[in-house]
């Protein structure tokens, strides 16, 4: 079975500061895609940011940043200037034929 | 926009009772799932669909069942309700293969007693 690990099960920062999630990920294909999905207290679900296992470009947006280090299997979240608004559960995921995700991180951006 | 959305938002259900979840999209979206999540864990998922009329299992898919009769819509079964089955569940679309973002909706909490 493929497995997503987020081995930070909780972090804090302080506001405007720079946070980086972890998360690694087993697979055997070459081609697939990742996952940052943010999780506020209202649990909607809301896609940070996504990644081509083929592009060897990290993918940005905004404030949102990853590191992804194919050979190593590894994909994390870089969050610059924190805001109070970050504060939420973030999930890896991997998709393959379906979507699986870590057990997530809690972060908490504090004033 | 209504894109995914889930019916009912909240049940209390007795042990040994059934009852269906409904979802519904309307983004003409091929790929539907049905995912659960436990307190402080990541989503699990137990059955999906690739298209109307398919159904496939997922990481946890018994004790559930599932019907795709019409594109835009997805139901959850639970036939015999058990207490392990109290979670929130979440529904979800995306267009097509792997690549493609997956849409989800605002969730349907269950709690069985």
């Not at chain 1, 559960?89 to 057990?103: E, I």
């Not at chain 2, 040994?16 to 402080?40: K, V």
Request: proline letters at 4%; a positive charge.
């Amino acid at each position: 079975a493929q497995t997503v690990t987020q081995s930070q099960p909780e972090m804090s920062v302080q506001e405007a500061e720079t946070v980086t999630l972890s998360c690694t990920y087993d697979t055997s294909e070459n081609n697939y895609y990742l996952f940052w999905y943010k999780q506020p207290p209202s649990r909607q679900m809301i896609l940070v940011i996504r990644q081509e296992a083929y592009k060897q470009q990290n993918a940005t947006e905004n404030r949102f940043s990853v590191n992804f280090q194919k050979a190593a299997k590894s994909f994390s979240l870089k969050i610059s200037d924190s805001q109070l608004g970050d504060t939420a559960m973030y999930f890896c995921a991997k998709a393959g034929n379906m979507l699986t995700f870590g057990g997530g991180t809690r972060l908490m951006v504090k004033p | 926009n209504a894109g995914v959305t889930q019916t009912p938002k909240f049940r209390v259900l007795k042990t040994g009772q059934s009852m269906t979840l409904l979802c519904a999209q309307d983004m003409n979206h091929e790929y539907m799932y049905w995912y659960r999540q436990d307190p402080g864990m990541g989503l699990r998922l137990i059955h999906y669909s690739v298209g109307e009329g398919t159904t496939a299992k997922g990481e946890v898919p018994d004790g559930y069942n599932v019907s795709r009769l019409k594109k835009q819509n997805f139901l959850l079964g639970l036939e015999s309700a058990a207490p392990s089955q109290t979670s929130v569940y979440f529904c979800a679309s995306s267009p097509g293969h792997s690549g493609n973002t997956i849409y989800f909706g605002e969730g349907s909490w269950l709690t069985v007693v």
